[in-house]
């Protein structure tokens, strides 16, 4: 059974380019959280998606979208990249029908902008 | 979702129990209190959740006070393997509120040989 993945592990970009992450959630699970988790700091939520839609967003700005597709997987899309955009950048799956069960997290995309 | 408060750091030596504090004077009724465990470069794992009294599992205890205010997690007999930061989270994960966990600085804990 496998857990949350995704891709690619590390990226490398500059200032200015737009990145794409990929994120595959834990079997039978069908919502997908993004965090964002700069060096030395917690994870910080980014926003959610449940059935092909965004469900509830954090202070992020609009340069951050995501999209999630019909097998529940998604993607976390950022233009515009500035250095501050270097973080990792975590996948969490849950299945919206089960009150408080944990969110399962992916080992995340270290994106590191020059 | 309240705000949780626990030590920066925490150093302790193979084999000696671990306890880890964590403040949540806000709590509401409806919050659990969920505790994860992260190393570098890893995401979070969870580790334990629980709403009152006292919860165990294979890895871990939780322990919570009647008012809930605080929480501690009990790391028994730890290893240099369990050197990594655990953040603590109060909230309700009902399916009306799945999404957005606020993590803190969380508790970098050292264990040494």
């Known amino acids: 059974d496998a857990g949350v993945t995704q891709s690619p592990t590390h990226l490398i970009k500059t200032r200015g380019q737009q990145v794409t992450l990929r994120c595959s959630p834990k079997?039978?699970?069908?919502?997908v959280s993004w965090y964002q988790q700069a060096l030395g700091q917690g994870p910080q939520f980014i926003f959610q998606?449940?059935?092909?839609?965004?469900?509830q967003r954090g202070n992020f700005p609009d340069r951050f979208s995501g999209h999630q597709f019909p097998n529940y997987s998604s993607e976390l899309n950022v233009n515009a990249l500035l250095l501050g955009d270097s973080a990792l950048y975590l996948c969490?799956?849950?299945?919206?029908?089960?009150?408080?069960?944990?969110?399962?997290f992916g080992d995340g995309t270290r994106l590191s902008i020059l | 979702l309240a705000k949780t408060t626990q030590p920066i750091s925490m150093d302790s030596y193979e084999g000696q129990e671990v306890n880890i504090t964590c403040s949540h004077n806000?709590?509401?009724?409806?919050?659990?209190i969920t505790w994860y465990q992260q190393f570098p470069s890893q995401g979070p794992r969870f580790i334990i959740q629980?709403?009152?009294t006292k919860v165990t599992n294979e890895v871990a205890s939780l322990f919570i006070p009647a008012d809930r205010k605080s929480s501690t997690l009990s790391l028994p007999r730890v290893s240099l393997s369990d050197t990594a930061v655990y953040y603590c989270?109060?909230?309700?994960?009902?399916?009306?509120?799945?999404?957005?966990?606020?993590f803190g600085q969380g508790t970098t804990l050292q264990v040494k040989p």
């Open positions: 969490a799956s849950s299945f919206q029908g089960a009150n408080n069960q944990p969110q399962h």
């Open positions: 079997s039978g699970h069908d919502t």
């Open positions: 998606y449940y059935e092909e839609e965004e469900r």
């Open positions: 806000n709590i509401a009724t409806n919050d659990y």
């Open positions: 629980g709403y009152k």
């Open positions: 989270l109060v909230g309700y994960h009902g399916s009306s509120n799945t999404g957005k966990l606020i």
